[in-house]
Structures are given as structure tokens and as C-alpha cells.
């Protein structure tokens, strides 16, 4: 598999697909997913990144060069995405592994982003799930999770709801945070610009992994993550018959409050001591 490449990550592809593969076999995708090469396209990378099982999966390769980027053709204004994905197994320090929706404008003033940053650690040491949500270039959003599982050893499934009423981000189906819209406060909510998913894996080492304090071990490299079975739902009002798989109503607070209980590690909204001299944001002491 694109073996003329010259890089150190297309000369171990072929033995980390093989892994992939004995994975995927093992795993049905859902009926009616299309194939991922079909639906994205590389922003950067394109040579660190390897289709296998027919087109369906991809893994994203990181050196100490460049790891890759993708971005979903479809662009929507309010819908469900899926993703599953496994992440950079073993000694990660560093690393950090994207799924998110963008807007394609990045102009300041202009840009959206709905953020699920798995920030890598050394072997044996739990990931952290970093979240936030950009709304007219501004961010500040961030909450931060401890996953119950060990997402290097199976796909899970990382999903981002988006409808006129809420942002709610999923892991495996459960909700693990929900960002109200409050037409009331203005800007605080993105209602003007489609956005599309991206996944990308990259070198965060100055900041990623225990505060910049644990480098990349490069003698690890090459570092892979692996996405597969990508579906967008959209949402009205995008697609007026896409929008039965869009409950458009958060969960039950109770799922949420167990959650969070159990596995949150920061929130904004709680960090009093950051927001000292402007007070905390406005979403924040709504209701
Ligand atoms: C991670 O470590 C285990 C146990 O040493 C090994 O079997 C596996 O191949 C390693 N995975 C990667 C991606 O290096
Ligand atoms: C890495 O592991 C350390 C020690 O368990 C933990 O404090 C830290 O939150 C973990 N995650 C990151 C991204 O540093």
C-alpha cells in the first residue's frame, strides 16, 4: 500500500493496516454507511493517510514531519455526525487526535468549531477528552473528560448532535455534555455558517500531555489513529426530511449528572478563579 512513498509512515502502513484489519473483521459496519474515501477529502497529510477495508476505515499516520488531516465533503447548518475511532495505542504522550466541525471560514469574527480533542498520555496513563465550542472565533468553552473505557483497544463511537436547540456530544450513545442555545444572550450559539467534520492527528507536545510537561518520544513514532464508518445525519432546517435521527431535545438531566459526576475533570462554567475579572461567561449563569 502506497509503498513508492518515501516516508517512514508508508513503509509501516502496510503492517499497522494489517493490525487494523484483523480488528475490522472481527466488527460489521451499519448498513447504509457509504465509504469513507467517498466522503472526505485531506487538508494535509494526504501521504500519512492509508484507506483499508475496502475504503471504509482510515488510518491517519503521525512522524515527527507531519501527521494528517481530513474534512468530510458534506457541509451542513444543524446535524448529527458519527465517527468511530481508535486511538494512538500505547505510549501517546503528546499526540493529540481530533474529531470536530469546522466552518470553512476562519476569518476572526467569522469561525465556528465544535472541538473533541483526545490529548494523548504515556502508556499505561488515561487519555483526556478536551472539549469546546467556538462561536465567532470565540472559544473558552472547554470541558474536560476521563473516558471509562481504554479507546486504544476498540472503535468507539464519538458523535456531535447539532440542532437549532442544543450541541450535545456523545460517546457510544451516552451524552457527555450538552451546550444549550439561549437565543436571548446572542452569538453564543452557532446558527449562521454550515460546518463540516475533521479528524486530524498531529504533534500537541508543547501543551497536550500533562501541561507540555511529557514530550513526544519520537524512537515511538510512527503514532496511528483509526477512524471508520462516518455518518452525517442533517438536521432540520438543513434537510427538512433528514430529521428523525435528531431528537432535538437534550437528555434527561439525570444521565447527564451521572456523567459528569463520574468523569468530568473541568468546566469552564465551574472555574471561577479564570473568570475572576470579567465574571464567568454569560451561558454560564444563564437560567
Ligand atoms: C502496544 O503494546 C502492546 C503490548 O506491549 C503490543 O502488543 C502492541 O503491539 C503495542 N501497540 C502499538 C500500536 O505499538
Ligand atoms: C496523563 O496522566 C496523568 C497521570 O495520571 C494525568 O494527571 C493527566 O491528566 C493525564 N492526561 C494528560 C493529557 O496529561
Known amino acids: 500500500m502506497a509503498a513508492h512513498l518515501p516516508s517512514f509512515c508508508s513503509r509501516h502502513a502496510s503492517m499497522a493496516v494489517a493490525a487494523a484489519l484483523m480488528i475490522v473483521m472481527a466488527t460489521e ?99 483526556t477528552l478536551h472539549t469546546n465550542i467556538f462561536v465567532n472565533s470565540v472559544g473558552n468553552r472547554e470541558q474536560q473528560f476521563r473516558l471509562w473505557f481504554d479507546p486504544t483497544k476498540e472503535f468507539h463511537t464519538y458523535s456531535v448532535e447539532w440542532t437549532p436547540k442544543n450541541i450535545i ?21 452557532p446558527t449562521q455558517r454550515h460546518m463540516r467534520l475533521d479528524g486530524s492527528l498531529w504533534n500537541a507536545d508543547d501543551w497536550a500531555t500533562q501541561g507540555g510537561r511529557v514530550k513526544t518520544d519520537w524512537t515511538r513514532a510512527p503514532f496511528y489513529a483509526y477512524y471508520r464508518n462516518f455518518r452525517v445525519t442533517p438536521c432540520a432546517p438543513s434537510s ?43 451561558e454560564c449563569t444563564a437560567d
Open 29 to 127: 459496519a451499519p448498513a447504509g454507511v457509504a465509504l469513507l474515501k467517498d466522503d472526505i477529502g485531506f487538508m494535509w497529510g494526504p501521504d500519512h493517510s492509508f484507506f483499508y477495508d475496502d475504503g471504509n476505515a482510515l488510518a491517519l499516520c503521525l512522524e515527527k514531519s507531519h501527521g494528517s488531516g481530513f474534512r468530510s465533503n458534506a457541509a451542513n447548518l444543524y446535524a448529527r455526525y458519527d465517527i468511530d475511532v481508535k486511538l494512538v495505542a500505547n505510549d501517546s504522550a503528546g499526540t493529540v487526535t481530533t474529531v470536530y466541525l469546522t466552518t470553512d471560514d476562519v476569518r476572526p469574527g467569522y469561525h465556528d468549531e465544535v472541538d473533541m480533542e483526545f490529548l494523548g498520555n504515556v502508556t499505561g496513563e488515561p487519555y
Open 240 to 282: 427538512p426530511s433528514g430529521v428523525a435521527s435528531c431528537s432535538d431535545e437534550p437528555p434527561a438531566p439525570a444521565v447527564l449528572q451521572k456523567v459528569r459526576a463520574e468523569h468530568l475533570l473541568y468546566d469552564y462554567c465551574e472555574d471561577q478563579n479564570r473568570f475572576k475579572d470579567t465574571g464567568l461567561p454569560k
Open 169 to 189: 456530544f456523545l460517546i457510544d450513545g451516552t451524552p457527555i455534555r450538552v451546550y444549550k442555545h439561549e437565543p436571548s444572550l446572542g452569538g453564543t450559539f
